[in-house]
């Protein structure tokens, strides 16, 4: 993986992180949330398969915000 390409991967993380998280904040179940920003990320890679995109979308919450709540942070 290439730096641009790194670069640009942090960046959808980022990205789908946030409006998880911020969909929650604002009172958005979970599942909802999460479906979201799997068509989110879809939107963006439309060559990631509905199967991809899940995965990765439920690793980067687990890793961002589950995670982060567990350690008593917020959501």
Known sequence: MGH???LIARRCERAVVTAYAELRQFGI?????FQACTTL?????????ETEARRLVAEWVDRHVTRAADAGGLI
């Open 4 to 6: 641009e390409t790194s």
């Open 29 to 33: 179940d979970d599942m909802p949330a």
């Open 41 to 49: 990320y879809r939107i963006h890679h439309p060559e990631a398969s």
